[in-house]
């Protein structure tokens, strides 16, 4: 290729991040490494991308031009490394898998009964890990392949496919705390009292809290501390099911309440999962919504 990936990629995400230090930000690189690879970019076309006299650099009409060109070539490339993978028939000696407590309990015991059945001599290590954290591991290449809540953007490396399962989530407090006496509770009244809140490692524009603040950086943490009475937070309902005990969480009335949210599996397009990985992904994309079914528990279906 006669021009950089990374320069094309640095563009790309520039563009969808709206300036060098967030397109900086979304790829793990410093200001300069991504503003002098757009000057290469720009000296190798022999045109400038960017009007970069406001305050923000704005795509010039050459630039506009360009990008839909440069998003086909990563596209193209990022499917001849899948295929290049798939072709190889190799099976990846380990796995590395960042599963998000918003996975229903009940995917994830059938998944694993069915990966000790298909790759009996895949080294599989299963990591902890929710939004930014998801990202951060398969950027660095520590996993190959990860479950986070979806959103609408990604960096230009992480590739995403959305999942027909969904997590439903409520607002929860231990039995014994003094909301969980109220019959129907305003969203405003929640931050009179602590709230527990999900805070990654990698948060990268952390919210203003509005009242009292515990946080964790996963749900199942965030759980433990609902059921020791020490404030109210976001669970998913699957979670809360089936790992606390008996009785010890109310889920609270409070309007716009339980909320449905949808999950993407995520991979690193550089460095793409092999055939172990690409039949997780697979599965994944195929498995159906718990939720949707008769709610029957025990050992998994086989096929």
């Known amino acids: 290729m006669r021009y950089s990936p990374e320069a094309l990629t640095a563009f790309v995400e520039t563009v969808a991040a709206g300036s060098f230090s967030a397109a900086a930000r979304r790829l793990r690189k410093s200001q300069s490494t991504i503003s002098t690879a757009i000057a290469h970019l720009e000296d190798d076309l022999g045109f400038t991308l960017f009007d970069r006299s406001a305050r923000q650099p704005v795509l010039t009409a050459q630039g506009r031009q360009v990008l839909g060109y440069v998003q086909s070539i990563l596209a193209a490339s990022a499917r001849l490394d899948e295929l290049a993978v798939s072709l190889s028939d190799e099976t990846e000696p380990r796995l590395t898998f960042v599963l998000s407590d918003t996975l229903h309990p009940d995917v994830l015991e059938e998944m694993l009964y069915r990966f000790d059945e298909r790759f009996p001599h ?26 986070t809540e979806a959103r609408e953007h990604y960096p230009t490396d992480i590739g995403a496919t959305r999942l027909p399962m969904q997590t439903h989530m409520a607002i929860y407090t231990s039995a014994g ?4 006496a109220q019959t129907r509770i305003n969203a405003d009244e929640l931050h009179g009292w602590r709230e527990l809140r999900l805070n990654t490692y990698l948060e990268r524009q952390p919210t203003l809290a509005q009242g009292p603040v515990w946080s964790a950086p996963n749900y199942l943490m965030l759980l433990s501390m609902a059921v020791q009475g020490f404030g ?11 790992f606390a005990p008996a009785k010890t969480l109310v889920q609270l009335n409070v309007a716009g309440w339980p909320r449905s949210v949808a999950i993407d599996v995520v991979w690193n397009k550089r460095s793409p999962p092999g055939m172990a990985g690409n039949w997780l992904r697979h599965y994944l994309q195929e498995k159906a919504d718990p939720g949707t079914s008769s709610g029957r528990k025990g050992p998994p279906i086989r096929l």
Do not use: Y
């Not at 705390?177 to 969980?180: D, E, F, K, S, V």
């Open 122 to 147: 895949t080294e599989f290590e299963c990591l902890i890990g929710e939004e930014e954290d998801v990202i951060d591991l398969l950027q660095k290449e520590r996993a190959q392949i990860g479950l």
């Open 177 to 180: 705390h003094p909301l969980a």
């Open 232 to 242: 109210w937070c976001e669970l998913p309902c699957a979670l809360v099911e089936e």
